[in-house]
Structure formats: C-alpha cells, structure tokens
C-alpha cells in the first residue's frame, strides 16, 4: 500500500531554511537543558529518596512539604500521583551529605506524628509487614490453635498475615475494619485482636527507593556513555555499509534527534531515570533506521545515474520513500500516542520521549541527515565524475 505515488516535491530546495528552524530549536533545548537546568533528575541520577505514599484522605502538598521541612529532612520535592481521587503522591527528598542512607525513616516519622497522632509509634496495620503481623498474632493467639500444635499456629497465622497484607498492597491501604473482616481467614476473633492491639494508619508506604550519591553519579556517567557510544557505533555502521558522508548525516540526524527531544522532555518536566535513557536509545535506532532506509535508496539510484548530481539523486530517493516513512511514522504514532495516553504516569515520560521522538526523527531523515551529507560531500568529498561539489550546488 502506498500513500504518495511518483511525487516530485523538491526537498532540498529549502534545506537550508529548514537547518536555520533546527539550529533555534537546538539552542532552546540546550538553553533549558545545560544553562537554565530545567531537566528533572530523578533518583536514579541525582540521587536520595523516593516514596510513594496513599492517604486515607487527599492530603493537601503545602502541608505535606511544611510537615517534612519541620523533621530537618530540608527541601523535599512533593507531586500528586495518579488520579487525583487515588490520594497518592511521590515525595523526593536528596541525598544526605557524607551518607548513603536515604531519609525514608526521618519522613514516615514525621507524617506518622501529623497525620496517625496518639497512635504515632504503635502497630499500624498499613504500614508493618506480613512476619511483623503474623508475630503479633501468634503471641496473642486468637483462634487459639497454639494448644493444638505450635507449628500449625505459626502456619496459620502467616497466612493470615499475607492475605492482610496482599489486601492491603491490591487497594492500596486499608480504609476500614469491616475491609479487614472481609479477608478470607481473617475471624471474628482476629479482627477484635487486631482492633485491640493494632491500628489503621492514615497512610500507606506504596513504593520506597533509596540511591546514594556515588550510585547516582555512576548511573548518569553510565547513561551518557551508552547514549554517546550508540551514536559512535552508528556513525561505524553507516560508515562501512555506505560511505563517511552518509554517517556524518545520520550521527548529525540523530544527535539533533536526541538534543530537541531531550529539551521539550525538559521544558515538559518529566523525570529523568533509567527508563528515560532506554527511551533515547530507542529513540536513536528509531531515527538511525529511518536515515538508513533513504540512505540505501540513494546509494542504489547513484549506481543506476551515475552522471546524475548528488542533490537530485537525494530528491528523488526521498520522494521514493516518502510512502514508507509516512506510513511506518504513522503506525509508530498510533501505538506510542496510544501509550502516551493510556500508559500512566510510570511510562508517560517514555513513551513521550518515542512519540516526539518519531515525529522530529521523520523530520530530520529528510531535512537534517540528507542535507548534511550532501554537505559533507560538497566540502570533503573526493571529486569523480557528476558526484562532484561543482555538480550539486549548495
């Protein structure tokens, strides 16, 4: 199926003009990026604590970072997470200095005593684990089963431990004793235990990560580097499979590639982790595939007119894969888009990172990566036949 068929567009009639709009949007990327420090490390790079926390109540973030700076814990990046009737939030707090421990007991301590009060320093249901709370109900026995056989005791309380603790992970936290009573082997005589001994707390831990300083600098060198080294394996690749001008277009493609998304990923404040470099290494085979295929068309069209000047022999090839970039661009979009919208918090930045990806790697194998070569070619290239610097004028 082909969409355009036997076209004549002049694409590199406005090569330059359209170089001109991607040296702007380059500055305005490394602007934000390098000098204004727009991009939002996350702690897999910059470092510290992350938790993920579900109230019983939507808790107001003011409070929240009011509450934390009180502790000594300092500044401490709060956003709502999810659906705003979920009452969830993440809380970042950076690393403390000379210590790899992050600030996870010093923040629940904190929210404990506002938000849980006299409770504060007692059994929260919410918040202890399954070994946690199948001791204390082996201690207190309350289907008395330890005169039966004691091993027979331990089991059985440990599987009513994990079923409370399973309910608890798939809602969240638990809201209410009557959602305690309707997990299955929980008896009446374990929810008035737990009632007495225990209580339901205004919080629940959903997720906790912790990374040091040293961790997060190596993790940010390591992803530069596999960023950086991709874009030198391509430029290899390119180089062997077709000619050095054809690489120097591709590595000057994707790099713009990788600086203009990086950029609207900046100016759109979406964290910046280890899924995000995946991201742009998907991004850069993404765009280095979308260069070779014209590439490639070239290549085979310089063998059939070879008195031919390179600058129309690059019109026609991309007018000859305008029907396949459009339609495998497009089909990218609608699943990536698809994933954009639907995918959640966790993956938007990825798949953000993808869908602005393809549109600007489409962009750039017509008016970056060919215009480049063809460039390199006019400035560097060895003079044979038509394929010279005089034969394709700039």
Known sequence: ME??????????????????????????????VFIHGKLNL???????????????????????RDVISASGVGDAQIQRFGAEEANEVIIKTSTVAG??????????????????????????????????LAGLLLQSDPD??????????????????????????EDGLLGSWDEVAGVV??????????????????????????????IGAELRQKGIL???????????????????CFGIGALVAVTHDVLIVLGLFALAGFEFNLTTIAGFLTLVGYSVNDSVVVFDRVRENLRRSRREPLVETM???????????????????????????????VLRGFAFIITVGVIVGTY?????????????????????????ASQSPA
């Open 42 to 64: 996350g702690i897999d790079f910059a470092g510290g604590t992350q938790l993920t926390l579900k109230f019983q109540e939507q808790p107001q973030v003011d409070e929240l």
């Open 99 to 132: 210590s790899e421990e992050g600030s996870q007991a010093e923040v629940i301590e904190a929210l404990d005593q506002r938000f849980n009060g006299e409770f504060s320093g007692g059994f929260d249901l919410n918040q202890r684990g399954s070994d946690a």
């Open 315 to 345: 019109n026609r090839s991309l007018n000859q894969t305008l029907s396949r970039t459009v339609l495998t661009s497009g089909t990218t979009l609608l699943a990536v888009g698809s994933l954009l919208v639907f995918g959640g918090d």
């Open 144 to 169: 008395r089963v330890i005169a039966q056989d004691r091993e027979v005791a331990e089991q059985h309380y440990a599987e009513v431990a994990e079923a409370i603790v399973t309910q608890r992970r």
């Open 185 to 214: 082997g929980v008896s009446d005589e374990v929810r008035t235990a737990l009632e007495r001994q225990t209580y339901l707390g205004d919080f629940a831990i959903l997720g906790s990560e912790n990374v040091g300083p040293q």
């Open 364 to 388: 750039s194998s017509i008016y970056i990566a060919s215009p480049f070569a063809l460039l390199w070619e006019q400035w560097f290239g060895k003079k044979s036949g038509s394929r010279t």
């Open 226 to 244: 596999a960023v950086v080294f991709s874009l030198l394996g391509m430029l290899f690749y390119i180089w062997l499979r077709f000619e050095l």
């Open 3 to 32: 969409f355009f068929q036997n076209t004549s567009i002049d694409f590199m009639k406005y090569r330059k003009h359209f170089v001109l709009i991607s040296t702007v949007l380059l500055t305005v990327s490394v602007f934000a």
